[in-house]
Protein backbone atom coordinates (compact mmCIF):
# COMPACT_ATOMS: atom_id res chain seq x y z
CA UNK A 1 0.00 0.00 0.00
CA UNK A 2 2.79 1.94 1.36
CA UNK A 3 4.32 1.93 -2.72
CA UNK A 4 1.11 3.11 -4.19
CA UNK A 5 0.88 5.95 -2.35
CA UNK A 6 4.27 6.78 -3.06
CA UNK A 7 3.60 6.20 -7.54
CA UNK A 8 0.49 8.09 -6.77
CA UNK A 9 2.24 11.13 -5.29
CA UNK A 10 5.17 10.63 -8.03
CA UNK A 11 2.10 10.79 -10.50
CA UNK A 12 0.43 14.28 -9.06
CA UNK A 13 3.63 15.91 -8.90
CA UNK A 14 4.16 15.01 -12.11
CA UNK A 15 1.16 16.05 -13.52
CA UNK A 16 1.04 19.44 -11.48
CA UNK A 17 4.36 21.04 -11.13
CA UNK A 18 4.68 22.03 -15.37
CA UNK A 19 0.96 23.97 -14.26
CA UNK A 20 2.72 25.94 -11.48
CA UNK A 21 0.31 24.31 -9.06
CA UNK A 22 3.38 23.19 -6.55
CA UNK A 23 6.03 25.94 -5.55
CA UNK A 24 9.64 25.60 -5.87
CA UNK A 25 11.81 26.80 -2.94
CA UNK A 26 15.08 27.64 -4.65
CA UNK A 27 14.17 30.78 -6.78
CA UNK A 28 16.73 32.76 -8.46
CA UNK A 29 14.88 36.00 -7.24
CA UNK A 30 12.60 36.24 -4.36
CA UNK A 31 11.04 39.91 -3.92
CA UNK A 32 9.58 40.74 -0.55
CA UNK A 33 5.32 40.51 -0.34
CA UNK A 34 3.71 43.13 -2.08
CA UNK A 35 -0.30 43.51 -2.12
CA UNK A 36 -0.45 39.75 -1.04
CA UNK A 37 1.80 38.60 -3.84
CA UNK A 38 5.45 38.34 -4.43
CA UNK A 39 7.63 38.44 -7.24
CA UNK A 40 9.73 35.22 -8.20
CA UNK A 41 12.47 34.27 -10.60
CA UNK A 42 13.32 30.91 -11.58
CA UNK A 43 16.67 29.33 -12.69
CA UNK A 44 15.83 30.16 -16.69
CA UNK A 45 15.48 33.84 -15.59
CA UNK A 46 11.86 33.96 -16.23
CA UNK A 47 9.53 35.90 -13.58
CA UNK A 48 6.11 34.82 -12.30
CA UNK A 49 4.36 35.67 -8.72
CA UNK A 50 3.88 33.31 -5.73
CA UNK A 51 1.60 34.05 -2.57
CA UNK A 52 2.43 33.66 0.76
CA UNK A 53 2.23 29.79 1.23
CA UNK A 54 4.87 29.89 -1.63
CA UNK A 55 2.39 28.62 -3.94
CA UNK A 56 2.33 30.27 -8.00
CA UNK A 57 -0.05 32.27 -7.73
CA UNK A 58 1.04 33.61 -11.64
CA UNK A 59 2.94 31.62 -14.08
CA UNK A 60 6.72 32.13 -14.31
CA UNK A 61 6.31 32.90 -17.83
CA UNK A 62 8.13 36.94 -17.86
CA UNK A 63 10.97 38.12 -18.88
CA UNK A 64 10.60 40.69 -16.26
CA UNK A 65 7.82 41.28 -13.61
CA UNK A 66 8.01 44.05 -10.97
CA UNK A 67 6.30 44.27 -7.45
CA UNK A 68 2.76 45.33 -7.46
CA UNK A 69 1.25 48.64 -7.00
CA UNK A 70 -2.40 49.40 -6.77
CA UNK A 71 -3.34 46.11 -8.29
CA UNK A 72 -0.89 46.43 -11.24
CA UNK A 73 2.25 44.91 -11.77
CA UNK A 74 4.86 46.30 -14.61
CA UNK A 75 5.46 43.71 -16.83
CA UNK A 76 7.87 42.70 -20.04
CA UNK A 77 7.54 39.78 -22.77
CA UNK A 78 10.08 38.59 -25.04
CA UNK A 79 9.76 41.53 -26.95
CA UNK A 80 11.13 43.74 -24.24
CA UNK A 81 8.33 45.89 -24.23
CA UNK A 82 6.66 46.59 -21.04
CA UNK A 83 2.59 46.17 -19.70
CA UNK A 84 1.08 45.48 -16.99
CA UNK A 85 -0.60 42.43 -15.14
CA UNK A 86 -3.76 42.39 -12.69
CA UNK A 87 -3.34 40.07 -9.67
CA UNK A 88 -5.39 37.49 -11.70
CA UNK A 89 -2.39 37.60 -14.24
CA UNK A 90 -4.24 39.21 -16.56
CA UNK A 91 -3.06 41.48 -19.19
CA UNK A 92 -4.65 44.28 -18.64
CA UNK A 93 -2.29 46.73 -20.34
CA UNK A 94 -0.39 45.13 -23.24
CA UNK A 95 3.26 45.56 -23.96
CA UNK A 96 4.23 47.72 -25.99
CA UNK A 97 6.19 50.61 -24.16
CA UNK A 98 9.39 50.73 -24.17
CA UNK A 99 9.80 51.89 -20.58
CA UNK A 100 7.38 52.33 -18.15
CA UNK A 101 7.08 53.14 -13.74
CA UNK A 102 4.36 52.05 -11.72
CA UNK A 103 1.07 53.26 -10.30
CA UNK A 104 0.52 55.62 -7.97
CA UNK A 105 -2.72 58.25 -7.60
CA UNK A 106 -3.82 55.80 -10.07
CA UNK A 107 -1.35 56.68 -13.23
CA UNK A 108 1.55 55.46 -14.40
CA UNK A 109 4.69 57.57 -16.57
CA UNK A 110 5.74 54.99 -19.74
CA UNK A 111 7.57 55.51 -22.63
CA UNK A 112 6.34 55.43 -26.29
CA UNK A 113 8.48 53.62 -29.39
CA UNK A 114 9.27 57.68 -30.26
CA UNK A 115 10.70 57.65 -27.14
CA UNK A 116 9.05 60.07 -25.33
CA UNK A 117 6.84 59.77 -22.00
CA UNK A 118 3.07 60.53 -21.27
CA UNK A 119 1.11 58.75 -18.41
CA UNK A 120 -1.91 56.62 -18.57
CA UNK A 121 -4.51 55.18 -16.30
CA UNK A 122 -5.37 51.53 -15.35
CA UNK A 123 -6.90 50.49 -18.60
CA UNK A 124 -4.40 52.36 -20.54
CA UNK A 125 -6.19 55.36 -22.07
CA UNK A 126 -3.40 58.12 -22.60
CA UNK A 127 -4.24 60.72 -19.77
CA UNK A 128 -1.47 63.33 -20.27
CA UNK A 129 0.08 63.17 -23.86
CA UNK A 130 3.29 61.61 -24.82
CA UNK A 131 5.58 64.89 -25.09
CA UNK A 132 8.17 64.46 -22.72
CA UNK A 133 12.19 63.67 -22.05
CA UNK A 134 11.23 62.13 -18.68
CA UNK A 135 8.83 62.12 -16.52
CA UNK A 136 8.50 60.94 -12.41
CA UNK A 137 5.23 58.86 -11.09
CA UNK A 138 3.02 61.15 -9.11
CA UNK A 139 3.21 62.15 -5.48
CA UNK A 140 0.49 64.46 -3.76
CA UNK A 141 -0.81 65.10 -7.27
CA UNK A 142 2.18 65.89 -8.89
CA UNK A 143 5.07 64.65 -10.99
CA UNK A 144 8.49 65.84 -11.76
CA UNK A 145 8.20 65.81 -15.85
CA UNK A 146 11.22 67.07 -18.50
CA UNK A 147 10.21 68.78 -21.38
CA UNK A 148 11.82 68.88 -24.98
CA UNK A 149 14.25 71.24 -23.87
CA UNK A 150 15.14 69.53 -20.86
CA UNK A 151 13.77 71.41 -18.49
CA UNK A 152 12.39 69.97 -15.42
CA UNK A 153 8.08 70.98 -14.87
CA UNK A 154 5.73 69.72 -12.29
CA UNK A 155 2.67 68.71 -13.46
CA UNK A 156 -0.77 67.96 -12.27
CA UNK A 157 -3.05 65.12 -13.12
CA UNK A 158 -4.30 66.94 -16.29
CA UNK A 159 -0.93 67.66 -17.30
CA UNK A 160 -0.80 71.58 -16.18
CA UNK A 161 2.12 73.01 -14.79
CA UNK A 162 1.85 73.75 -11.30
CA UNK A 163 4.64 75.93 -9.19
Given at each position: ??????????????????TGVF??????????????LIVVQNED???GFIDESGKV??????????????????????SLKMGFIDKTGKLVIPCKYEDAY???EGLCAVQ?????????DKTGATVIPFKYKDAA?????????????????????TGKVVK
Amino acid sequence: MKRINQLILAVVLLVAAPTGVFAQDNWKYKSDLQEGLIVVQNEDGMFGFIDESGKVAIPVKWDYAADFTEGMAKVQDSSLKMGFIDKTGKLVIPCKYEDAYYFTEGLCAVQDADGKYGFIDKTGATVIPFKYKDAAPFYDGVAEVVDENGTKHNIDKTGKVVK
